[in-house]
């Protein structure tokens, strides 16, 4: 097992659990395997797959997630191929041909392909395992049912003796039953691994007006000058609008939205998994069958529908398991436009339930982390020092007064105004609104003038979530007192808020911090001091060298570049600076194929900096 990881992955170390579930497969036993995204499923059925005799089939729902599957399996010196709609007739021969003379270890096919070609292709040939990616597709709980997936019963009926490996990054029970119900696994072993991904930072900003979402997103981008990201956005005509911002300040980014042809969509994501385009601005339909491993940031421009969408985004994130930012901008508008649709939608108490989990993970003033973890069933004790809450403490103060202002403008205007309004009638500003409620000749009128409209919204949304007011979403989103916004204004009950965080600073240029990965650093002795004196700008021209060796080496085979290498491997390149072909090989990350194909090439380029 140790031997196959190193010389076909270059790893020297399995993480958590994949050398249980190796060892299980290898007994012949089905296998659930419960995952985050990026925690390393695809080795999982790799490893036997390459122990085993005969071919590992593996059903996957997506065809661009299958190319670079194979892709990443051939660069990697592993016979792969993939039977789908995509090959031309010739090609679909000749792997099939291959399939038969047994010269594949692993074959990837959609599920529809698998059951038209289970009679003739998959009894003439030996098959080792059969690996079922993407396993919750099965399940009409899980958010992604795909009918083709309901026949993949036929698996188990038709191969009693081979073993079967479903593998899904989504947790829940019944999705979990559903999959070994419907596969009619038998007695599988069960395999659930942590949910945490602690190289993502978790950041909420609230209640920023968009102006300020842009200038938060350009010091994001600044801080990652060339990494790329992800940008979700509520709505189509949004996604244009943030792509356009963006390239007015020469960020090279793409709009990605389901109004768009299927070849323009094809065409951003492409851009995008070859480093061509630095940002995508997308809704939620972009993402699926993205395998990209360098995403270094991922922005939630609006507010998400439910904690399952929010966490399978910003996993996308940081899969090569370095520190990767995330933000989300909540803001009350998008939380009332969000209600709307769960109360119109069909399943309307759920929607509803998620979109409070939602709330309560953006309101949150305990570790953020803590919050998605307890939702997807794991318990913490500690703190994750890793998300704005922990980094940056929420400050209270006593804002009682504050709290009656906005109160008594509340009751003032009868009930009757939207928050908006609100702030208007605080702030004194004539806006239409209120002149039309004659709002302006109110006692509130402007009594919290001195105090910034941000600001206002922000402690607006807390006194929502500590129950001093609601909104009637039925009713024009009126702000309606409760029983204890009604206690504070009359009896002076008192209030505790949170000081607003002040504004961005201006973009500044910061250097590439380079992380230390969490697999030991291999290191060359003779080279441990000039390594510990290095300055960072060298180090980070290295970097930027590799960089363009990689991309070099990635156009000149029309592969994405992190199929080459990874972001990980080109930084511990950096730390372990290999002089010769044989030091570059025991670099983690480099197996042999890639060792003999571009050893030369990259030392020659290290060579030149040490
Ligand atoms: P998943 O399918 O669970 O989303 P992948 O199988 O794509 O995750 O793996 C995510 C990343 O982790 C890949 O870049 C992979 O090379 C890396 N990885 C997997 N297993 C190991 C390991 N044992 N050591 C180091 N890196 C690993
Ligand atoms: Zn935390």
């Not at 919290?448 to 807390?462: A, H, I, T």
């Not at 021209?541 to 960089?547: G, I, N, Q, T």
Request: glycine residues 6%.
């Amino acid at each position: 097992m140790q031997n196959v990881l190193k010389r076909y992955f270059g790893f020297s170390t399995f993480r958590p659990l994949q050398e249980e579930i190796i060892s299980k497969i290898l007994e012949r036993r089905d296998v659930v395997v419960l995952m985050p995204t990026g925690g390393g499923k695809s080795l999982c059925y790799q490893v036997p797959a390459l122990m085993m005799e005969g071919t590992a089939v593996v059903v996957s729902p997506l065809l661009s997630l299958m190319k670079d599957q194979v892709e990443g399996l051939r660069a990697n010196g592993i016979p792969a191929a993939a039977l789908n709609s995509l090959n031309d007739e010739a090609e679909n021969v000749r792997v099939r041909a291959a399939c038969m003379r047994g010269e594949l270890k692993l074959l990837y096919i959609s599920p529809e392909r698998l059951v038209l070609e289970i009679p003739y292709l998959i009894r003439d040939m030996k098959v080792s395992l059969f690996a079922v990616d993407e396993a919750h597709c099965i399940s009409q709980w899980g958010h992604d049912f795909r009918p083709e997936y309901a026949q993949l019963g036929v698996l188990r009926q038709t191969f009693p003796e081979v073993p079967i490996v479903a593998l899904t990054a989504t947790a829940d029970r019944l999705t979990r039953e559903d999959i070994q119900k419907l596969l009619g696994l038998s007695d599988p072993a069960v395999f659930i691994s942590s949910f945490d991904r602690p190289n993502l930072s978790l950041e909420v900003k609230r209640g920023y007006q968009k102006k300020e979402k842009d200038r938060a997103i350009l010091a994001l981008i600044a801080r990652h000058r060339d990494d790329c990201g992800i940008i979700y956005c509520m709505s189509k005509k949004t996604t244009e609008s943030v792509a356009e911002m963006l390239r007015d300040h020469d960020v090279q980014a793409v709009a990605y939205h389901a109004g768009l042809s299927a070849e323009e969509r094809e065409r951003a994501q492409d851009d995008f998994i070859h480093d061509r385009v630095q940002v995508v601005c997308a809704t939620v339909a972009f993402g699926m069958g993205i395998d990209k491993s360098n995403v270094r940031f991922v922005v939630h421009y609006n507010l998400p529908k439910s904690i399952e969408s929010f966490y399978q985004e910003i996993g996308r994130a940081g899969r090569d398991g370095l520190p990767s930012e995330t933000v989300l901008f909540y803001s009350l508008g998008d939380l009332v436009q969000l209600s709307r649709f769960a109360q119109e939608s069909g399943q309307r108490e759920i929607n509803m339930q998620k979109l409070r989990r939602m709330q309560e993970y953006a309101e949150s003033d305990v570790c953020r982390r803590r919050i998605l973890l307890n939702y997807f069933g794991e318990h913490t004790d500690c703190d994750c020092g890793n998300c704005d809450v922990c980094k940056n403490p929420p400050q209270r103060f006593d804002g009682t007064v504050l709290a009656q202002k906005a109160l008594s403008a509340i009751a003032r205007a009868s009930q009757q105004a939207s928050l908006r309004v609100v702030v208007d009638i605080l702030r004194g500003s004539f806006s239409p609104e209120v002149l039309k409620g004659h709002y302006e000749a109110l006692k509130t009128f402007g009594v919290g003038r001195d105090v910034p409209g941000r600001d206002w919204q922000d402690y607006l949304m807390q006194m929502l979530q500590n129950g001093l007011f609601e909104i009637a979403y039925e009713e024009g989103n009126h702000l309606k007192l409760t029983e204890a916004g009604w206690q504070v204004l009359r009896e002076g009950r008192r209030v505790q808020l949170a000081v607003v965080r002040r504004e961005e600073k201006q973009p500044q240029r910061r250097g590439r911090k380079v992380a230390r990965p969490a697999e030991p650093v291999l290191r060359f002795p003779e080279r441990e001091r000039a390594a510990a004196t290095a300055e960072a700008p060298r180090r980070q021209a290295l970097f930027e060298a590799l960089r363009a060796l990689r991309k070099q080496l990635a156009d000149a085979q029309g592969f994405p570049p992190y199929i080459v290498m990874s972001d990980r491997v080109l930084q511990s390149l950096c730390e372990a600076c290999p002089t010769t072909v044989e030091e570059f090989g025991m670099v983690s990350g480099i197996g042999d194929f890639k060792k003999q194909k571009y050893g030369k090439d990259f030392v020659e380029v290290i060579r030149r900096f040490v």
